[in-house]
């Protein structure tokens, strides 16, 4: 592109960077309805918790009230330990304690996983927070307990259910993913992986009957290989996905009760926590792309990063993916690691895509893990997760941004074989805050390493004063406060094939 307005549209690796408007790089922007803006700060909510976390989630019960969940276990399978806090002691100022039990060490890492549930027949009972890690059998608390105060609030869930890797609630029915501990050999690899799905109306029986007050039935995904990865409800069926295949369960009249029906042989979901539920659909990361799943169909989500995607994250990469929606801003983000980060289960960098404009952004964080339901922060709904210090953490209000570290890289201006001039450049800003800075990033080859040249300050009548010249100029743009931004106007007088 040879200058002039230059719109900003979205990160897009995988396309030529002489595209107009494209953005190859960028951190702590992310796309608005307007351009782009800088993401306010981080703010900390509680004290770190005892150890890694291997997973968390908001729980909302009935009237309202959340509580905060959260598993950990150092690296070794050790120091386990469920903690939780009650959304309304969530504090900025003041951040509070996590209530932590410890539980029986493991020599085996598990990944904790939460949902709540109460049987729809027992009318006194409470809810319960029914908690797995695919390493012992699942544990449930209620409300009740936790308000108690009493020290050891999670007891194990009755019944003689399976140890389960996943637990997910649907229309009238707890499910569960996993295996009796009976049905295990002596060496068995934990945590357990398994293509067996468990479902009953009572989360206290797993008999596997069927009686006139409970349904207990059980099988296995037999049809295609490999283990069940991830398992959520879309309305009132149950999805369970495995890493190239996708079932759809309906509810049916017993004997059989649900059955799982084939949406995909060839398309799955990686894990668990890469699964987002956003307005009655499924998004997720799959083999090679990014897919929505409205209940019937599986699609691609349109995107410009596959293939950089691919290169820049291993397989088991892809299956530690984190994601979480921010719905104030309609921003679906998948939190990951990359190929060169020391331990790929960790996340160091996020893409996030926005819902209503279909722009993607990238940027860079290290974090534990996220929560996929929205947290109550006061007045507020947050999209949390837990940092990398295991403090939980979410983005505060736009405007309230103190930080440096965002910045935007334009694709090329200029062309491949004449030589251009840039002139003072004129920025399009819609909010504007602190000191930004504009940086020319040229090269005369194309494929070539790109050199820095100086830096401008925005002066006080709106323009970046500079000059430079090169066949190809990339445009960082650094933000230290809250600025949102539309395009640039970027002046570029050809000087010859030189």
Request: aromatic share 8%.
């Amino acid at each position: 592109m040879a200058g002039g307005m230059v719109p900003l549209t979205s990160f897009s690796p995988d396309s030529d960077p002489l595209t107009p408007g494209v953005i190859v790089d960028g951190n702590d922007f992310v796309p608005t309805l307007v351009g782009f803006r800088t993401l306010p700060d981080l703010l900390r909510y509680t004290q770190p918790l005892p150890n890694r976390c291997r997973g968390a989630a908001a729980i909302t019960f009935a009237d309202g009230v959340q509580w905060i969940v959260a598993g950990c276990c150092d690296d070794s399978g050790a120091n386990v330990s469920l903690n939780t806090v009650k959304a309304t002691d969530l504090n900025v100022t003041t951040p509070p304690q996590w209530n932590t039990e410890a539980l029986v060490d493991r020599t085996f890492v598990g990944r904790w996983r939460f949902d709540v549930w109460q049987n729809p027949n027992a009318v006194q009972i409470e809810q319960e927070i029914i908690a797995v890690d695919g390493v012992t059998a699942p544990l449930f608390t209620t409300r009740g307990i936790l308000e108690s105060g009493v020290a050891n609030p999670w007891k194990l869930l009755p019944g003689d259910p399976p140890i389960a890797s996943h637990v997910a609630a649907s229309d009238f029915y707890l499910f569960l993913v996993g295996e009796r501990q009976a049905d295990l050999t002596l060496n068995a690899v934990l945590p357990i992986q398994s293509n067996r799905w468990w479902a009953s109306s009572d989360s206290h029986k797993w008999n596997l009957a069927i009686t006139a007050s409970t349904i207990s039935v059980s099988a296995r995904l037999g049809q295609t290989s490999g283990p069940i990865t991830a398992l959520l409800a879309l309305r009132s069926t149950m999805i369970a996905y495995k890493t190239n295949a996708t079932y759809i369960g309906n509810l049916q009249q017993p004997p059989l009760v649900w059955i799982f029906n084939e949406a995909s042989r060839q398309t799955g979901a990686q894990g668990q926590e890469g699964v987002l539920a956003i307005r009655d659909t499924h998004n997720f990361v799959g083999p090679d792309d990014f897919f929505t799943l409205d209940g019937f169909a599986i699609n691609p989500i349109p995107n410009s990063l596959r293939r950089w995607f691919t290169q820049r994250v291993s397989r088991v990469g892809r299956q530690s993916v984190y994601a979480r929606f921010d719905q104030d801003r309609s921003l679906a983000f998948m939190h990951y690691a990359t190929i060169d980060a020391p331990d790929h289960t960790v996340p160091n960098e996020w893409i996030v895509l926005n819902f209503v404009t279909g722009q993607w952004a990238v940027g860079q964080l290290n974090i534990q893990v996220t929560l996929r339901q929205p947290i109550q922060c006061g007045n507020d709904t947050c999209s949390g997760l837990i940092n990398e210090d295991g403090t939980l953490c979410a983005y505060g209000h736009d405007g309230l941004r103190t930080q440096p570290g965002a910045y935007l890289i334009t694709g090329d201006l200029g062309d491949r074989r004449m030589m251009y001039e840039t002139q003072p450049i004129r920025p399009a800003f819609t909010v504007l805050n602190g000191a930004p800075t504009l940086t020319p990033l040229t090269t005369y080859v194309s494929g070539k390493a790109y050199t820095a040249g100086p830096t401008s300050v925005l002066t006080q009548d709106g323009w970046f004063q500079m000059q430079s010249m090169a066949r190809l100029q990339r445009m960082k743009l650094t933000a230290d406060a809250d600025v949102e931004i539309a395009n640039l106007d970027v002046p570029m007088a050809p000087m010859g094939d030189t």
